[in-house]
């Protein structure tokens, strides 16, 4: 489950994931990904979880999004990644989706589970440490990635066989609109 982001950030991230593989080399993990931050991610979800999301989003005010830095998980991670900063709001919202959806997952992700989880953006990601993320940071560090935006819908999208995305649904934050 995830939020893609608004324009002009998700065009923003796939300009930066062009330059980043003419400069670098570097290539997605993923084939043809959007932009996006990622609230959680499992195996898979059992089909009654869309009416308990439905639900769940529409007690959920849309919500304001602030980024600060380009950094990594460690020095051995070889994720680069916008961070967001996790303020109160998210940290609820995260919080009430994660224990929303408990019943519903298969094999989720830990990462993911609140107190572990770093809200982030990823700018550059492989399984293999293919991009120097060094260098890639130095390269963004010019750019002013400080942005603030407001997510106002959660999309859930599964991993096909081929390593793409597809069945995207949408549900909207939809209190107070």
Known sequence: MVSLLPEPYFQEVEEIWTELEAH???????VRPEPHFTWQYAESYEGAYVQTL????????????????????????????LRIIPNTQLL???????????????????????????????LSMNKDGWCNSVAVREFLFSRD???????DRLTMLSLTDQ???????EFLLAKGW
């Open 92 to 122: 609820l919202h995260h919080q009430i989706l994660w224990e929303g959806l408990r019943p519903f997952w298969n094999n989720p992700s830990f990462l993911y589970q609140p107190g572990e989880w770093i809200p982030h953006i990823t």
């Open 54 to 81: 439905e639900e769940l989003c529409a007690g959920l005010s849309p919500i304001e999004i602030q980024t600060d830095i380009v950094t990594r998980f460690s020095q051995f991670d070889p994720v680069v990644f």
């Open 24 to 30: 670098f080399g570097c290539q997605h993990t993923y």
């Open 163 to 169: 390593n793409t995305w597809g069945d995207e649904r």
């Open 145 to 151: 990635l400080r942005w603030t935006f407001t997510v």
